[in-house]
């Protein structure tokens, strides 16, 4: 599937499978054409070229109102001067549906979403995550086959975010219907998901699991884009089973590599850094608690590397170290085109 605006090309070559029941994300920064191929899904756009099926129907030419889909909005569009119950409603009455059969419906629906103590309400009168819930509640009463979130929760703060989040899961699970999600979000990705499309610049990077997508991204993009903190991602030289960075020398005998090349880009996770009493000496930089443990800031050769330890381990600026690092862990991406370079097992 392919998109383009004049010579500007939102999508390219976009093949993505969805299997009925899953729940997908489309995940990547602004502009990398996740919001553009969720509404050539819905038939808010036309694609330049390319196929869109849902089930066995192929929907190209299909208006948006027939092809048994229901969008959820960033912004809610919730209908001010209707109640919750009538914006519920407001589908069922658009497709002409006989009032005796809208009525428990609506009921239903706003059992499923813990809004029976709101249906005589504005939204005006409702906070941010009801809002939201009326929003689902709109799509779920048209009963449709796929499901369409675009950044449903960014409107909402931290908290009110993760109870949603919670919320969404356990709705997917109860009503098994095929979602796919947009958000910019990893952490909601992560979460939610049974696989995630990770795009960047118009392009599809890696469609996997969130565990295979953390554990072995695709390239250097998706390592990079992957984990909070994000993946350390340092340039140099592969040199006779060694990772070579100026001064900084790494060997690197437990990965089985692919055709290294020369120019490489060395990937470690924060948490694959151990402090203990043998290593390279290295010095903290900074420390910054947050609880239940600490991100480091190191350096080491003239190289920062961000880590992740426990909060029992206490450190200080400035505090001589000897680091470690799980090497079996360790990612190897080639210094072109950022493709992995770690043999698969």
Same mark, same amino acid.
């Given at each position: 599937m392919r998109k383009a605006f004049g010579a500007a090309v939102a999508v390219e070559n976009l093949d993505l499978r969805i299997e009925s029941g899953e729940f997908v994300s489309l995940l990547g920064p602004s502009g990398c054409?996740?919001?553009?191929s969720l509404r050539m899904l819905a038939g808010l756009e036309v694609p330049t070229s390319g196929t869109i099926r849902i089930g066995d129907r192929v929907v190209n030419d299909i208006a948006p109102g027939k092809r048994d889909i229901a969008m959820v909005f960033q912004s809610y569009a919730l209908y001010p001067h209707m109640t919750v119950a009538q914006?519920?409603?407001y589908p069922l009455k658009k497709r002409r549906i006989p009032n005796p059969e809208r009525g428990p419906k609506v009921a239903a629906v706003a059992k499923l979403l813990h809004l029976e103590d709101y249906l005589a309400r504005k939204p005006r009168q409702l906070s941010g995550g009801q809002q939201q819930r009326v929003a689902l509640g709109r799509a779920l009463?048209?009963?449709?086959?796929?499901?369409?979130?675009?950044?449903p929760l960014s409107n909402l703060d931290a908290k009110l975010r993760a109870h949603m989040r919670a919320e969404l899961i356990e709705l997917h699970q109860r009503i098994g219907r095929t979602?796919?999600?947009?958000?910019?979000?990893?952490?909601?990705?992560?979460?939610?998901?049974d696989r995630i499309a990770v795009l960047a610049n118009g392009r599809l990077q890696q469609l996997d699991t969130p565990a295979m997508i953390y554990r072995r991204?695709?390239?250097r993009f998706v390592a990079g884009f992957i984990g909070t903190p994000s993946m350390n991602l340092i340039k140099g030289h592969f040199e006779l089973g060694r990772f070579?960075?100026?001064?900084?020398? %790494?060997? $690197? !005998?437990? %990965?089985? $590599? !692919?055709?290294?090349?020369?120019?490489?880009?060395l990937g470690i996770r924060p948490e694959d850094i151990l402090i203990g009493a043998a290593g390279q000496p290295a010095r903290?930089?900074?420390?910054e608690p947050t609880g239940h443990e600490a991100i480091i800031q190191f350096e080491i050769a003239g190289h920062d590397l961000t880590g992740r330890v426990g909060a029992e381990i206490t450190l200080r600026a400035g505090e001589p170290v000897a680091l470690s690092f799980r090497t079996t862990n360790l990612h190897l991406f080639a210094g072109d085109d950022g493709r992995r370079l770690n043999k698969e097992v």
């Open positions: 054409g996740k919001t553009t914006n519920i409603e009463v048209r009963d449709p086959a796929v499901f369409l979130l675009d950044e979602m796919v999600y947009v958000t910019h979000d990893q952490l909601e990705a992560m979460t939610m998901s991204p695709a390239n070579v960075a100026g001064d900084w020398q %790494l060997p $690197l !005998d437990g %990965l089985d $590599l !692919d055709e290294p090349t020369s120019e490489v880009t903290v930089k900074l420390v």
